[in-house]
């Protein structure tokens, strides 16, 4: 009898898991999760559980600092989950079995400590270059991670001319994906072969619908709730077209990101249900383990249209423009601080040892 996720998969989902904690990768891969995503606060979640103590001790005692105990943590436990989702990769040729490395956020920090050094654009895209190369060298099923900002953008096209496989992140608008879609189409064809290319676009669902229920009060309560998966199904399609023609290997794919519902009487299944069907959906780990509970039969659900009126309503009263300046603002802090607290915590375990 199939499990739920079995469903999902089954419907044409690949379903990865919102963490790298060792003990919830292996239970998701049982269920037949195939990849994983990394960020500050899943690494300072394990940090404060004490299970990686002996080897802080050990990058301490070799005389690293705060900030590169940090990465070397983050690789650490990056590379633990890459071993675990290897065999997909290698069975899929590529295609999957992909764990996402993040890059500093501290780059985009929009409230930098007064002894730090603020980098102008130019420079903090030369800086993603820089760490997407290194971070990446020698790591075959590593994604790097890089933000649909500004400077983050600007890095694309060399970081895919360079090989490496690309996931942005921080997307929430239908300009930030094609500006993103286009820029590493021009560097894969600055290589030799698109044999390897693979790239994908982590679209932010439930934070577009918490921003609308914030600031766009007066849609209705059909199309409320509603916008995050118009917005994320239509740049779903956009990308089916784009890519259709291409002939490439390998498919360059949509993650359905933040994808945890927000509101309480919100079923935990809401976004998992409304993106089944195609490309890539990473979940919490609660969410995966309530969609396991469920008991529930997903079916392809990525195409469906919602009713006319409801997309009329969305398209006349959301303002993207402004949803993406907000969301961004927003984004960029709440990838900042976390990695700022991973900091603390680390400079914290120090003094302890």
């Known amino acids: 009898m199939s499990t739920p996720i079995q469903s999902l998969i089954a419907s044409g989902s690949k379903v990865w898991l ?3 904690d060792p003990d919830e990768v292996a239970r998701n891969r049982v269920w037949g999760i195939t990849g994983a995503t990394s960020n500050p606060i899943i690494i300072a979640d394990l940090v404060k559980t004490g299970r990686l103590d ?34 997909v990769w290698e069975a899929t040729r590529g295609d999957d079995g992909y764990v996402s490395f993040e890059l500093d956020p501290l780059l985009e920090d929009p409230e930098p400590p007064d ?30 991670k890089v933000p649909a900002t500004p400077s983050g953008l600007a890095a694309l096209e060399e970081l895919a001319a ?6 942005v992140t921080l997307t929430f608008t239908p300009r930030q994906y094609v500006a993103a879609r286009d820029a590493l189409w021009r560097g894969a064809r600055r290589r030799t072969s698109l044999d390897a290319f693979k790239s994908v676009y982590s679209i932010f669902v439930s934070r577009v619908d918490v921003y609308t229920d914030k600031h766009v009060t007066d849609l209705s309560p059909r199309a409320q709730g509603q916008v995050g998966v118009a917005n994320a199904r239509r740049i779903w399609r956009m990308n089916q077209e784009f890519w259709a023609e291409k002939g490439l290997p390998l498919k360059q794919e949509i993650v359905f990101a933040s994808t945890g519902v927000k509101k309480a009487d919100d079923p935990p299944w809401k976004y998992v249900e409304a993106f089944a069907g195609s490309d890539i959906e990473t979940n919490p780990p609660a969410t995966n383990a309530k969609v396991q509970a469920s008991g529930r039969t997903f079916t392809r659900a990525v195409d469906r249209p919602l009713p006319d009126d409801v997309s009329a309503e969305i398209d006349a009263k959301v303002d993207m423009e402004q949803l993406e300046a907000v969301l961004m603002a927003e984004g960029v802090k709440k990838f900042a601080d976390p990695q700022k607290d991973l900091l603390e915590l680390i400079a914290r375990k120090r003094k302890e040892f």
Do not use: C
């Not at 005692?61 to 983050?74: I, N, V």
């Not at 360079?162 to 996931?167: P, S």
């Open 115 to 144: 002894s730090a050094e603020r980098l102008d654009q130019e420079q903090r895209t030369q800086r993603y270059i820089e760490l997407g190369k290194h971070w990446s060298a020698g790591r075959r099923n590593r994604m790097i």
């Open 54 to 87: 002996e080897e802080l001790d050990r990058f301490f005692r070799e005389g690293f600092d705060d900030y590169e105990t940090a990465w070397r943590t983050t690789d650490l436990l990056v590379s633990q989950a890459q071993e675990a989702f290897l065999p």
């Open 162 to 167: 360079a090989g490496v496989t690309v996931n």
């Open 18 to 20: 919102d963490s790298i």
